[in-house]
């Protein structure tokens, strides 16, 4: 009898029969199954992130797309304002360049004419100072003159002096004595007539006018006297030595008194001076009979 091949044995059959599936499998087989399913599971969930990242980075890229071309297009505003003030810029460098050329003539004339004008000043300069020094040579000479006039001055003013007339009118310097009076004549400012004249009955010629002397008191230096001038008498009583005895005279210029000072009185004489102003004096009258 023939077996066919595809039909286990009854041995086969009982073998079979009493090994079964182990459980161990099973079981790993269901981890399996579970492991898959947790995979898949966090496969989606990953798939779902990245889904939404990826939208995310796709709004953010638009976003970021918009900025750039907002960014580009401020540059390209930009670009085109640098542009022109590179242009601006250009054109005040030329206007700068034209102003430092001017700036540099105008100051190289200013040179020129500021040498000019020293050189102007110098000249001047020392024309000035060679006339200064003229001047200065003319000036110390009439200091010099000067200086040695007001010695003379000073050293005649100590001896003379001015006072008033017995007219009320200031009169001109004072001879004390005999030497003041020759002081008074190398001045020259007047005529001067020096006298010394006795009691007596008939008057004495003094330069221009006649003099009598009538009285004298020594002790108090006093004296009284007539003065015969244009015709008149003119009787000058009790005058004292020193004293400026005046009168007018026609003719007298500026109408200038005359004036007698006498600087000595002694018994029955007076000794002095007649001093007249510096024009022609007239005649002396002829003295009177008496």
């Known amino acids: 009898m023939s077996i066919s091949p595809n039909v286990p044995s009854p041995?086969?059959?009982?073998?079979?029969?009493?090994?079964?599936?182990?459980?161990?499998?099973?079981?790993?087989?269901?981890?399996?199954?579970?492991?898959?399913?947790?995979?898949?599971?966090?496969?989606?969930?990953?798939?779902?992130?990245?889904?939404?990242?990826?939208?995310?980075?796709?709004?953010?890229?638009?976003?970021?797309?918009?900025?750039?071309?907002?960014?580009?297009?401020?540059?390209?505003?930009?670009?085109?304002?640098?542009?022109?003030?590179?242009?601006?810029?250009?054109?005040?460098?030329?206007?700068?360049?034209?102003?430092?050329?001017?700036?540099?003539?105008?100051?190289?004339?200013?040179?020129a004419s500021d040498q000019k004008l020293t050189e102007q000043i110098t000249t001047a300069q020392k024309e000035s100072e060679a006339k200064i020094g003229a001047v200065a040579t003319d000036v110390t000479g009439a200091k010099k003159d000067i200086e040695a006039t007001r010695s003379d001055?000073?050293?005649?003013?100590?001896?003379?002096?001015?006072?008033?007339?017995?007219?009320?009118?200031?009169?001109?310097?004072?001879?004390?004595?005999?030497?003041?009076?020759?002081?008074?004549?190398?001045?020259?400012?007047?005529?001067?007539?020096?006298?010394?004249?006795?009691?007596a009955k008939s008057a004495q010629h003094?330069?221009?006018?006649?003099?009598?002397l009538s009285k004298t008191d020594p002790k108090k230096a006093k004296y009284t006297m007539t003065v015969l001038a244009d015709d008149k008498s003119i009787e000058k009583k009790d005058k004292t030595a020193g004293e400026p005895v005046q009168f007018y005279v026609k003719g007298s210029a500026r109408m200038t008194p005359y004036e007698i000072v006498v600087f000595d009185v002694g018994k029955n004489q007076i000794s002095g001076y007649l001093a007249t102003p510096k024009e022609a004096a007239p005649a002396a009258p002829a003295a009177p009979t008496k």
């Open 206 to 212: 003094v330069g221009p006018v006649q003099i009598a």
């Open 11 to 111: 041995e086969e059959s009982y073998h079979y029969q009493n090994m079964g599936t182990p459980r161990w499998i099973v079981a790993l087989f269901v981890i399996l199954v579970a492991a898959l399913a947790v995979i898949a599971y966090a496969g989606y969930s990953v798939q779902g992130r990245l889904e939404q990242e990826v939208a995310k980075a796709g709004e953010q890229n638009k976003i970021l797309t918009a900025q750039l071309e907002q960014a580009n297009s401020r540059i390209a505003d930009l670009k085109g304002q640098v542009e022109v003030a590179a242009q601006k810029i250009g054109m005040t460098q030329d206007e700068l360049a034209r102003a430092r050329s001017r700036a540099e003539d105008i100051r190289k004339q200013q040179l």
């Open 153 to 199: 001055l000073e050293a005649t003013k100590t001896k003379l002096e001015r006072a008033a007339g017995d007219m009320g009118v200031m009169s001109g310097l004072i001879a004390r004595n005999h030497d003041d009076l020759e002081e008074l004549k190398r001045k020259g400012d007047r005529n001067y007539y020096e006298f010394s004249i006795q009691k």
